[in-house]
């Protein structure tokens, strides 16, 4: 059974830099064709994928803010790191996690969810 | 960038067809997935590759892709398909979502 888990702090203030921590459990990120991706939704808005990091140490970055985003894999096998800095009030969001598959086509899906988290930027 | 468009709101009644669009350049020569996500909760993969149900996913769900547009149909509606659902491909190692189409079942 594939689960994640979001954590980090629910409130940082502006200009501050964001470190949320995927924790999972049912598969390895060492294993071909799995990633893990990160998606945030604002209050009442629609999903935008901010980045993924792949069995291979692929990491991609939404354009919008790959200046801003870091992927890592964590220190523990189970976990992955994303930071995002310098915060603004815009980026309050629930940010999820996801277990993706590549598949045959080259493209990954999105395929388990874990909960959310709600992060609030404010000073 | 590319961008993926869907109609804000569909409305259906019980029992009959809803149809979900999105549209986006060239989309018939990407991959579609779909996803379902009902209120406080986190999204579900209901369609990938254009038209493939994954484990557990009803029936009633289903998934085509022609030309520039991208369809979810959900036959036979019930009331807990309400819910937002968004498309989503990929276009040059970025994930894109569309906008999100909250269907309603009255």
């Known amino acids: 059974q594939i689960t994640l888990k979001e954590s980090g702090p629910t409130l940082v203030k502006p200009t501050q830099t964001l470190t949320l921590t995927c924790t999972f459990s049912?598969?390895?990120?060492?294993?071909?064709?799995?990633?893990v991706g990160w998606i945030r939704q604002p209050p009442g808005k629609a999903l935008e994928w901010l980045a993924l990091?792949?069995?291979?140490?692929?990491?991609r970055y939404s354009p919008s803010l790959s200046s801003r985003l870091t992927i890592t894999k964590g220190t523990s096998k189970n976990q992955v790191v994303l930071t995002m800095a310098n915060m603004h009030p815009v980026d309050s969001a629930t940010y999820f996690c996801?277990?993706?598959?590549?598949?045959?086509?080259?493209?990954?899906?999105?395929?388990?969810w874990g909960q959310g988290t709600l992060v609030t930027v404010s000073s | 960038s590319y961008e993926l468009t869907q109609p804000p709101s569909v409305s259906v009644s019980p029992g009959q067809t809803a149809s979900i669009t999105c549209s986006g350049d060239?989309?018939?020569?990407?991959?579609v997935c779909w996803y379902q996500q009902k209120p406080g909760q986190s999204p579900v993969l209901v369609i990938h590759?254009?038209?493939k149900r994954p484990s557990g996913i009803p029936e009633r769900f289903s998934g085509s892709s022609s030309g520039n547009t991208a369809t979810l149909t959900i036959s036979g509606t019930q009331a807990m398909d309400e819910a937002d659902y968004y498309c989503?491909?990929?276009?040059?190692?970025?994930?894109?979502f569309g906008g999100g189409t909250k269907l309603t079942v009255l």
């Open positions: 990091i792949s069995w291979d140490d692929d990491k």
């Open positions: 590759q254009d038209s």
């Open positions: 996801a277990h993706t598959t590549r598949g045959a086509y080259g493209d990954f899906v999105d395929d388990f």
């Open positions: 049912g598969f390895s990120l060492f294993t071909t064709d799995v990633g």
């Open positions: 060239n989309l018939v020569d990407k991959y």
């Open positions: 989503q491909t990929w276009d040059r190692r970025t994930e894109i």
